[in-house]
């Protein structure tokens, strides 16, 4: 059984369509970057895989269910989602907030899996400060170490989970978008399914085997970089020119856009 | 940094192992200590005198030395200042934690039930009751005693659904509409009760000034009975929302990520609030400020998880409250200042060194 399966998925809101017949499926462990233009549908799609948003036609199944068919207490168990530009209101020190992620678990055990998941995104030490008071990155790190936990706690109890990353290394500097990357590669090879929306597009390239492109709502590619990542895509998608080269090691397409192209059909 | 690592080598010092140890286990009995010496000395002042060393026999707990005066203290403790004094904890908890609630729901400290509405919703409702419910009853079959609550529930309760329904729109609260919607959503009710002030006789026309001022003047044992169950149900609920209420502050969207029913978590606390507000000022009036002002404080000393919050902001409400009561019938003696003027001359200048100090985080 596959972790992810949408089959022909439209979501509209109201007269709006957000995405437009969808397809595709996630075999266990897989690592899949989304990415396509602003208003392309991204958001929409990892919303509706995370249960926020119901199918308007079509279906979602996370490890063969609907999204809306599990309690989300057990959903929670399953997937972990990581989402863009958390504000947190009260003063919650750091290590409260990651601990969130292990719910109502309590103990020694959780306190060392939280002060592990800070020392995996560079946050020794910074347990008993005030959320609030660390800059937009730290926070954005703070909460990866959050959803880390809730990950690792679901997976104890029913092996390998579903990760989503909105936007995952936005606010990060490069050293600190790598060591993302890295953990991800981890928790895949663990066995856990990720997918991430990524603005950009050599980190894509990077840290993903595969490569969705959303378009106007539709998939407009599907495969891995080498195969998605080229001129006509970042043409036709994009509506930019770009140099498309190769890194010489793995052959991993990397890209210098350096023009936008001046009719585009919107 | 550097301070937190080298902090750990040595034994804490004495001052911040006493700070532990009483925003930890010894919190509660912290509080409730507090709580009983305010109550002591509720019983103890008051327009009859009663020096404290006469309360135990008033009370039945030693043998009376004179046992007239002994009666008469008696008489005075036992129905008029401990109802009164009841009346108070039950209020003042409950004004404190609904208040925590709010805050907690709308992700927004500012957040307090008497200032955004829902007890003008309240008092306007209860208003509408003592108004046209008095032209519809016979003279021979008054209103029931309970009419006046469930009326000033149920309008605490549209109150805080329509004002959820336009501080909620999309996945952001925003602060400013919340605290304009609530405004706008209070001055609405008080033009309601303006008009109600307009059509109503003398007798009707006192009886609503007590709902806008607040009192606690009219306890008795009855109505303490009918209130300490809303109290009851309210600690009970605490287990199953503060852990909700907690992940909430993540936002809606992560709350539910994290295996929160986001939409049951609101129904429950909205009808919590209302239930809490509506009959806080069914029996009290309005009173503010209390609801802002406790959550606050304790989560400067204890921080913001709710399932220690919840509780506390009750024992810390319960306790300011009494006291705000306290000093309400005594400072101008043998006149009342009504408790709602206090609290609000108290807590509205407070509220204000809040907002200047909130105003980067409210977006205002």
New interface residues.
Partial sequence: MSAIEVQALSVRVGAKRLLEDVSFSVAQGETIAVIGPNGAGKSTLL?TL???LGASDGAVLLKGRAPQAW???????RR??L?QN????????VA??VR??A??RRGKAIDAMADAALAAVDLP?FR?RII?TLSGGEQQRV?FARVMV?LACGEAEHGPGILLLDEPTASLDLRHQLDLVSVAKQCAARGTTTIAIVHDLNLAALMAERIIVLGHGRIAADGPPAATINDAMLSAVFGVTAAVGRMPDAGVPFVLPHRAEKSRAH | MNDTIAGNAGAPPLGARLRALLTGPLLFPALLLLLAIVAIGAMVVGGAGIPLHRVPAALGLTQPIDAAMTERDRLVLLSVRLPRIAMAVVIGAMLASSGAIMQGLFRNPLADPALVGVSSGGALAAATTIVIGDRLTVQAIPLPFAILPIAAFLGSLVTTGVLQRLAMRGRATSIAIFLLAGLAIAALANAGIGLLVFVADDRQLRDITFWLLGSLGGATWEKVALIAPFLAVLLAAVPFIGRGLDLLVLGEAEAFHMGVAVERLKRISIVLIAAMTGAAVAFAGVIGFIGIVVPHLLRIVIGPGHRRLLPASACLGATLLLAADTAARTIAAPAEVPIGVLTALVGAPFFLVLLLRQRGLAGL
């Fill in positions: 919303r995370s249960g926020e309690h989300p207490r057990d959903l929670a168990l972990a989602v989402s958390i504000t947190v209101t009260f003063p919650f020190t409260e907030v969130m992620g719910g109502e030490g008993d609030g909460h809730q």
